[in-house]
Structure formats: C-alpha cells, structure tokens
C-alpha cells in the first residue's frame, strides 16, 4: 500500500498538514497492521494460484464518471496470462541484448524466471531451448505483468500525474509473447537466478565484417572505435544480410572491441554503398539528453559549440542567438521532442516547417509507417512503435525534407498512455531530414531520450548524429581516394651528410587518431634508397616527428605518407612531397 502526499504552498500550514498525514498513515498501519499483513498473504495467493478474482478486483476500476470499467481483458479471459515468453535467439527475437537485459532486471526485482531446456512448441509456435519463461503463478506476479503487458489507454482522464507509460517491450524493443495455455512448459524449464549476457560470435574470417545495428551495444562499440581514430563505415542501402544504418569494420577492430559489446556480425562482401564516419562532436541540450549520450551511449560530448560538428537539442534551442548562426554555418543539428520541433520552425532555418500540439504533457506509445530505405531508420520495422510525451506532432513539412515516419492513419494509432483528444495525431508526420546550407538536419517530434527509457528509439538518435557528418567515397578500394582525417606538412634538410626530415601532423577529427607515418627517399634517378615507418602512432590534435637518414644522389625526392596501417594502406592524410 502506498500514495504519494505533496505539499500544497511552501508555508507552514502545507508543512503541518504533511506532517499530520504521515502520522495519520503510520497511526493506521500500526492500528490495522495484522489486516494489512493478511491482505498482502492473500495478493501473494492469488498470485501463485493465478487467481483472476475479477468480482473481487476488478469493481474497483473506474472510468472518469466513476462507472466500473474492471481490467482490459478478452470476454471470459483471466486478466493475467499463463506465461509471459521472452525469446532470446538472434533467429527469433529482435533485439537479443534487450531481451537478456529484461530478464535480468526481473530476476533483480525477485521475479522468477525460468529458460527452456528442451525446445517446446506451443500453438504452432516453436520455442527453442534457451527461452526465457516467466511463469505466472508466482508471487510477484502483479509486477511481472506491470513490466511486460500491453498497458492500458487511460486517456479518458482530464489530467493525470506524471507519466503512466510502461510498455517495457515496446520501448526497450524485443519482442515478447502472451501464452493462455495452462502448463504449457511445465516440466521442460529449469529456474534461473542470473543471467549470462550473449556474447560476439564471429563465425568466418574476413577481411571486413558487417555488424548489424540491432541493439544500443552497437552504438557503444561504434563510439569506442571512433574515439580511438578507427575506421568505420555505415552503410546506407541494403543488401542480402545487412539494412541501411548498419556498419563495416575490419576484422582487427571487431576483435579489438569484440568482448566488451555484443554485436551481431557477418563477413561483409563490399557490395554495399556505404560513407565513412567522422566522430561526432556533440553539443547537448537537456539532462536527458546528455545522460542518454554519455552515460548511456558513450557519444563525445563538448560543452563549447566551437568545437561541435553536430548539436543534440532535447530543449528547443535551435533559434536562439547563440545557436542560430551555429547551424547556418554548418554545424549539423539533430532536434528530439516538441519543443525542438517548435524551435527549429521558429527559427526560419527551414521554410514551412512547424509543430501541431493539442497538449503540454500528453505522453504515450504510438504505432507508426517507417521508412526503412533511410540509414536513420533502417533497422526499424515498418510498423513500429515511437513514444511521445508532449502532445506533438509535425503539422507541415517543407518541400524540400524527406519524411521517415509518420503515424499511422488508423482506429489504433494510440496503443498506451495518457493522450486526451488523440485522435488528432492520427496520420501526423513525426520524423524528417533535410539540408540547412552545409549543415544536415534531422528532426523527432517522438521523444527519444524521456527519462532513459525508451532506448529502442536510441539507435536512430545515434544513426541521425553519425550521419551528420559522413565522408563519400567514391571507391573504398582505391587508394588514390584520401581519408581528409589530418594533414602534413614536411621539411627536409641535409647536414654533413645527413638528410633530416621534420614533418608536422594536424589531426583534424577532434578525437584520438592512430595511424602509420611513413617516409620514402629516391635518389636523382628514381631509385629508392630509404624506406622507414613510424607505426602505431597515437595522434592527439597535432604531431611532430623526425627521420634521419644518410643523404642519397643527386636530386632528391622525399615522400610522406600517412596511412591507417602498414596491413591496410588506406591513407589518412594527402602525400606530402619534398624535392631537395
């Protein structure tokens, strides 16, 4: 039993009418705390009997007018079901890391929870050994179901307290089952008190492997190779085994981050078109913006917009003084939520853009028609499920942007949450992309990082700031093609007898670059005569280094290079050359 007192004013008598309600609750339960006890041992019977108790309970649902409603339930269905099923194979759930993470966080809330030990098919449904079950005929069953039911639609209700959206499925992004058939595992499970986390399989070797974007573990393990100068690549069509939002690494980097994220992996065939990313340098907006992308994702964050290549607006700052100019002079922008929306079409920055909002704090689970042909949004499902806490929705959408979701046009467009009047987001466009100048543009009216939790949508936040700033190339296999990720500058100079050569490296991605300096020598006919290399540097904003060598023939020709590796002799830098 629990309620929630607030103090009205901030006076003394707010103070003294808080006080004497908290006495006023202890004062009951230690004067009813036998028939408070009994009645806790009777919601835990219940519970391991799976017990409906529909004439008992369900009376005390009301709507607004105070009519008895009882629980949501199919006609003649207990309102809880037998099972709840968590499939946790890459062949049968969509998200296998979220699926692992909803089972752990129910064993931490004492929930049990069991796995297959045999493959078991029911209604025409194989689950295969490994399955989560959550059985429900257990004592904390009330909880298991507030985790992992559909929630209800409690929109008929002219205010309410904060958000009432749960929905973990939905909002976490795996999928789960509700199975009605009594005993269906009974004698094909074995309960379990943890959970062992899936781990990276890397099945064949290869030169360069797709890692598909299906979970926020994908995100993390981009970043990490980002932050260290790797290369990687997303690709932005789709192919036999790979959707556009996925990426290409090499294998030594897959290796190298292999064992602290799980990934999804497959040997890349390099028919895919695909840009190659440049570490996002993130100016955010709002708490929760910055904790979904530093604690949660692990972006790189600054705090000056000087130093950003993208902006993350979770406020609604985008026509502001100080961020206006910001974006007109290329600095991407990524606005998530209503108030960004606002913003954004207050500034001017794109003509005819603007929010519908019938609310300030309306919040629920919408189903919406994906374009899954984006690299933003590609590894979403057709129909999927966006989230919403502020009424909003985007009413008119420029000429020129290109439109990634919007609701769906029918009866069932709201599926959960509190949302009075609706129906007037149904069919609204939610989310964009565009072009201001130099600066890309993506704008949610969905709110991706509310509270942290509905990090099924992260992965398109993230896809929308690395897209922000890719690099084309026109052949990936050409060496000619040259990553623009620093410069050179080289002297050289000879003194009794020996050439001296200084070259100064500018790295101008912002973040930890590694890479090989190389240094070739040819004599006056062409010949070379020394060769040497620098490998494995670690490059912070700016370099220096030297070679020393004995001076050759003639007139002579110094070469510099500055490549990812010896093994991979993709260049990071244009060749500098010096005659001497």
Do not use: C
Request: charged share 25%; no cysteine.
């Amino acid at each position: 039993m629990g309620h929630t007192i607030e103090m009205p004013e901030l006076n003394q008598y707010s103070n003294d009418l808080t006080v004497y309600a908290v006495l006023g609750s202890l004062n009951h339960t230690l004067e009813n705390k036998e028939k408070l006890f009994t009645n806790q041992l009777e919601i835990y019977r219940r519970a391991v009997d799976n017990e409906d108790a529909a004439e008992l309970v369900d009376p005390w649902f009301v709507d607004v007018d105070g009519n008895s409603i009882g629980r949501p339930r199919a006609e003649g269905e207990n309102f809880f079901p037998d099972y709840f099923v968590i499939p946790a194979s890459q062949e049968n759930q969509r998200n296998v890391l979220a699926a692992h993470e909803m089972a752990e966080h129910l064993i931490r809330n004492g929930i049990k929870v069991e796995r297959l030990s045999t493959e078991v098919t029911v209604e025409g449904t194989v689950y295969p050994v490994g399955t989560f079950i959550v059985p429900m005929k257990q004592a904390k069953r009330n909880l298991a179901n507030a985790f992992l039911y559909e929630g209800n639609d409690v929109s008929g209700w002219p205010a309410m307290y904060a958000e009432v959206t749960q929905n973990f499925h939905d909002l976490r992004g795996f999928d789960r089952d509700e199975i009605r058939v009594e005993d269906a595992f009974a004698g094909y499970t074995a309960e379990i008190t943890t959970v062992d986390m899936p781990e990276t399989v890397v099945n064949e070797t290869a030169d360069h492997y797709v890692i598909n974007n299906r979970n926020n573990d994908v995100v993390r393990a981009v970043n990490h190779l980002l932050s260290e100068g790797r290369e990687v690549q997303m690709i932005i069509d789709d192919g036999a085994y790979y959707l556009p939002g996925d990426f290409v690494v090499s294998h030594a980097d897959l290796i190298s981050v292999m064992d602290a994220y799980y990934l999804e992996v497959a040997p890349y065939d390099e028919d895919g078109k695909t840009q190659y990313l440049v570490e996002p340098r993130v100016r955010a907006y709002s708490n929760e913006m910055i904790f979904v992308l530093d604690d949660m994702l692990n972006f790189n964050l600054v705090t000056d917009l000087d130093q950003a290549n993208v902006i993350a607006d979770g406020s609604g700052v985008a026509h502001q003084s100080g961020v206006r100019p910001y974006i007109e002079g290329g600095v991407s922008y990524v606005g998530v939520g209503g108030n960004a929306v606002n913003s954004f079409g207050n500034s001017g920055l794109l003509d005819g853009l603007s929010r519908g909002r019938n609310g300030t704090s309306y919040e629920g689970v919408l189903r919406a028609e994906i374009d899954t042909a984006h690299y933003i949004t590609g590894n979403y499902r057709a129909e999927d499920m966006l989230y919403n806490r502020s009424g909003s929705w985007i009413a008119s959408v420029p000429s020129t942007s290109r439109v990634l979701a919007s609701i769906v046009d029918r009866d069932d467009h709201f599926k959960a949450g509190w949302w009075p009047n609706n129906e007037a987001v149904r069919g609204q466009d939610y989310i964009l992309v565009d072009e201001v100048g130099d600066a890309s543009v993506a704008i949610f009216a969905n709110h991706i990082v509310n509270r942290g939790h509905p990090s099924h949508q992260f992965r398109m936040l993230a896809n929308a700031l690395y897209g922000s700033n890719m690099l084309e190339l026109k052949d990936p296999d050409d060496l000619d093609q040259v990553f623009p990720y620093a410069e050179l500058d080289a002297s050289a100079a000879v003194e009794a007898g020996t050439v001296n050569v200084t070259v100064d490296v500018s790295n101008n991605t912002g973040a930890l670059l590694r890479g090989t300096l190389i240094v070739q020598a040819f004599n006056e006919d062409g010949s070379l005569y020394h060769f040497e290399a620098k490998e494995s540097l670690s490059l912070g904003t700016s370099g220096q280094y030297t070679f020393s060598f004995p001076e050759g023939t003639g007139d002579q020709r110094i070469e510099v290079f500055l490549w990812e590796s010896l093994d991979s002799m993709r260049p990071l830098a244009e060749k500098e050359v010096v005659d001497f």
